[in-house]
Antibody
């Protein structure tokens, strides 16, 4: 059974750093792109970017370029999303997802992690 | 790339059918047969319901169906049940090396 298990909810202060994780199991982790999707409270789904665990090829949505860093550790089948300085505007639930691609573009999202809720408050 | 256009809300009575639209352009919805639909209950992660316009993953009831005409894709839910009440999002392939485009989401209410 394919599973993406994300790290737990976080409560951080403005300016703090944060790294959340997404561990894949039930499939060969390096063969599938992983995407990160933001959902702000009461809002829709937004692409943050995608990463290929096989070679760490990474593509960011223009809105998130320079704001976050995606990475992977193939040895433990885990993808990460990292902030160096959180802001109140980063309050959201963040989902990782396993993607199906065609010619380098995202066709669909096959499986989703359960989400990680990030709260930023002083 | 602009988000795909979905109606903010839709509703139907139990047992009836409802159709949710997802309108894009010839660069996304109209250009490819790679539209997918996701159901999201409050507090839960989204779930894939339809892919490649009209295909259902294993485990998705056949009450859910998809179609496309021109730049508009549609999700139809037949025989509405209480558990169908959720937010629904469409996603379209948008070409080589593109992330794809989400719709803004539609809140489905079962009366």
């Amino acid at each position: 059974e394919v599973q993406l298990v994300q790290s737990g909810a976080e409560l951080k202060k403005p300016g703090e750093s944060l790294k959340i994780s997404c561990k894949g199991s039930g499939y060969t982790f390096i063969y599938y792109w992983i995407g990160w999707v933001r959902q702000m409270p009461g809002k829709g789904l937004e692409w943050m970017g995608i990463i290929y665990p096989g070679d760490s090829d990474t593509r960011y949505s223009p809105s998130f370029e320079g704001q976050v860093t995606m990475s992977v550790d193939k040895s433990i089948s885990t993808a990460y999303l990292e902030w160096s300085r959180l802001q109140a505007s980063d309050i959201a639930t963040y989902y990782c997802a396993r993607l199906i691609m065609a010619r380098g573009g995202v066709m669909r999202i096959e499986f989703w992690g359960q989400g990680t809720q990030v709260t930023v408050s002083s | 790339q602009s988000a795909l256009t979905q109606p903010p809300s839709a509703s139907g009575s139990r047992g009836q059918s409802v159709t949710i639209s997802c309108t894009g352009t010839s660069s996304d919805v109209g250009g490819y047969n790679y539209v997918s639909w996701y159901q999201q209950h409050p507090g839960e992660a989204p779930r894939l319901m339809i892919y490649e316009v009209n295909k259902r993953p294993s485990g998705v009831p056949d009450r859910f169906s998809g179609s496309k005409s021109g730049n508009t894709a549609s999700l139809t839910v037949s025989g509405l049940q209480a558990d169908d009440e959720a937010d629904y999002y469409c996603l379209s392939y948008a070409g080589t090396n593109r992330l794809g485009v989400f719709g803004g989401g539609t809140k489905l209410t079962v009366l």
